[in-house]
């Protein structure tokens, strides 16, 4: 384990520095307009937003390549959308139309595009971590050099299906790279109330998985430590475990009291927004003017309202079709 | 070539890995020691350690790397060393495998095998004896089988792997070694979904599967020979989706059925047969549909309580008695 690591802080060049932060705004923007969409009562159930964790999707995800494979969490719109699934397909699963990513059937907490080796995002605490393992062990069994990126929270590293893995990935030197998002809550309880050690990286590290803690509040740090660690990862050394440390501004789900933490607390985590911090570092080397944040903010915008339009056009599947998906339409082999 | 159902389970697998590179087994000794039965023995030679993979005991992770494998078009096979083990796996079979297709509007599909050895009678006390199946039979999205002979040990599990769905498969340990049969050379499988009457009649119904067949057939000669009373059973063979058509034919051509399985009573199979019957064939009954299954309770380890919790052919005697009574 090497505790304590230094990733550069330096930013990248003016061209690249733009597009993370162009990707950072796009999920913020999407995760605030399905905010009001879903207090407009247009997605219904129930919506986890990303705002606030920005950085390590966009910085992670950026260090993937197109042949990597992603496993998500329930809080997964931000990781669809930079993984290249569009945001008509996104917003129309929201809205649960057919036209959705997946058919309207699985809906925020189940987006999944194998084109885009986007295998899911999960609704099950830790449930999508043994899948990652078998994609992983899939790649390695048919000789193919990809990584697997398996995001899930710090909640899941209470949970059995953790520890199974953490130890087979070692045991096996499986191509899988596990994004811990330490956002410090699992729903409401906070991280030093469900676990005796909370420094996770050690947890990882005791199963001989090399593990760094990053900034996951710094876009350049994200995506600094997840390159080094895929290159690792798919040197064939096995597998790498990140710790991002980060944080949700919004609530758990759509309606949460937060009685859980403070006001100050989050306003002291606000201090250190993923995208405001980015804009002033640009700002200050001089590679960000007013115009090209306008000229970001609008490209999202109109790519965001072109994605409202699209799920509000899409169609209900008909009741018709309803017994669909349950078993396979293919003959057996 | 005569074998036993064990031997049939065995060379399945080696016929089906040989067939499709995809297929690869997974479980917990299945390489180096050949399965705690014996049912995967020789497999790590013939296909090497890639494809014959020995896992620490993770039953959970066993089962979502499977999945995992299938979504990316390989066919695994996950053994649970014991069926009364797949509890520690059933988030990922039903939460996980189950929807796979579903939740991602068909856009991936699971063609996953989970081979689980079920089932009493060999004193394995309550962590070793258990039929478990009706714990998935409510679950869309998965199809379940339970042999009862060595042709469909043979069978199911070839067309288990060739199917593009998650499907569990199991396998009694009573029947491993105390049933042989004469198998053909020539590749067959046996189709998911289809029950097979195992010997006609017209007095009533038996309708049963899996380790409570061949109790069934001992009780229908006894009755035969001493009653006079011809009854047919029917093996259902696949629990999920079940055979509803053939069990209607059987109830309305005889009128009275018993349900006979090793599982439990209460939310068993059993259950489901008699709603479907009552039902769709209700006018054709003339008496109740009678169940006769494992007391409600566990499994014992004192041998003559295991004996009073299970069904036996005196118990399946008495019940086609007490029915054809009615």
């Known amino acids: 384990m090497a505790a304590g690591i230094e990733f550069t802080t330096a930013l990248p060049d003016k061209e690249h520095s733009l597009n993370l932060l162009h990707q950072m705004i796009r999920v913020r923007r999407f995760e605030e307009k399905s905010a009001e969409l879903y207090s407009a009562g247009k997605i219904r159930g129930f919506l986890h937003l990303y705002i606030g964790e920005e950085a390590v999707a966009v910085g992670a995800i950026a260090a993937l390549d197109p042949d990597d494979a992603i496993v998500a969490t329930y809080r997964e719109h931000g990781h669809a959308l930079v993984r290249g699934i569009s945001a008509n397909s996104i917003m129309a699963e929201l809205y649960g139309k057919q036209e959705g990513c997946s058919h309207g059937r699985g809906g925020s907490m189940h987006l999944f595009d194998a084109a885009t080796r986007f295998y899911g995002g999960n609704a099950i605490v830790g449930g999508g971590l043994p899948i990652a393992i078998g994609l992983a062990l899939a790649d390695k069994l048919q000789g193919r050099s990809r990584v697997t990126a398996c995001f899930f929270g710090e909640g899941a590293v209470a949970e059995g299906e953790f520890h199974e893995c953490m130890n087979l990935a070692a045991l096996w030197k499986l191509p899988v790279l596990f994004c811990c998002e330490n956002n410090l809550y699992a729903m409401g309880t906070a991280l030093k109330r469900s676990e005796s050690e909370v420094d996770l990286c050690l947890k990882a590290s005791s199963y001989e998985i090399p593990a760094w803690p990053v900034d996951g509040m710094d876009v350049v740090a994200c995506e600094d430590a997840a390159q080094k660690a895929v290159l690792a990862v798919r040197s064939g050394e096995g597998p790498f475990f990140l710790e991002f440390r980060t944080y949700r501004f919004r609530a758990h789900s759509m309606y949460d009291p937060q009685l859980y933490r403070t006001k100050e607390e989050v306003e002291e985590w606000k201090k250190r927004d993923p995208i405001s911090t980015f804009e002033d570092r640009m700002h200050q080397r001089k590679i960000l003017d007013d115009d090209e944040l306008a000229g970001i903010e609008k490209q999202v915008g109109s790519e965001i309202a072109e994605a409202i339009e699209f799920a509000e056009a899409g169609t209900w599947e008909p009741i018709e079709a309803l017994t669909r998906f349950v078993y396979s339409e293919r003959p057996a082999q | ?259 006979v399985h090793e599982d439990r009573l209460t939310g068993g199979i059993g259950g489901e047969v008699a709603a479907i019957i009552s039902e769709h064939a209700f006018e054709f009954l003339d008496g109740p549909v009678r169940r006769l299954c494992a007391l409600d309770t566990h499994v014992a380890f004192s041998p003559p309580l295991e004996e009073a919790i299970l069904p036996n052919t005196n118990k399946i005697v008495d019940a086609i008695r007490s029915l054809a009574a009615y």
Request: net charge negative; proline share 4%.
């Open chain 2, 1 to 259: 070539m005569e074998m036993t159902y064990i031997k049939a389970i065995n060379s399945a697998l080696m016929e089906e890995m040989r067939r499709d590179e995809n297929v690869f087994m997974m479980g917990e000794d299945v390489g180096e020691l050949g399965g705690a039965f014996k049912a995967t023995e020789g497999l790590l030679e013939a296909f090497g350690e890639e494809r014959v993979i020995d896992t620490p005991i993770s039953e959970a992770l066993i089962v979502g790397a499977g999945i995992g494998a299938a979504v990316l078009g390989m066919r695994p096979i996950v053994e649970m060393q014991f069926a009364d083990f797949i509890s520690c796996a059933f988030d990922q079979i039903v939460n996980m495998a189950a929807t796979t297709r579903y939740r991602h509007g068909g856009r991936a599909e699971c063609p996953l095998v989970v081979r689980a050895p079920s089932g009493a009678g060999i004193h394995g006390a309550l962590f070793h004896s258990q039929n478990p199946e009706a714990w998935f039979t409510r679950v869309p999205g998965l199809k379940v089988v339970a042999p009862a002979t060595v042709y469909d040990a043979k069978g199911l599990l070839k067309a288990a792997i060739r199917d593009n769905n998650p499907v569990i498969y199991f396998e009694h340990k009573r029947l491993y070694r105390s049933i042989k049969e004469d198998l053909p050379d020539a590749d067959f499988t046996v189709p998911i979904g289809a029950a097979e009457i195992r010997k006609e009649g017209t007095d009533l119904s038996l309708i049963t599967y899996g380790g409570t067949l061949g109790q069934s057939l001992d009780a229908a000669k006894i009755v035969e020979k001493e009653d006079g009373l011809a009854v047919e059973v029917l093996d259902l063979r696949t629990l999920l989706p079940l055979d509803r058509d053939a069990i209607l034919a059987t109830a309305r051509k005889t009128g009275k059925v018993l349900v």
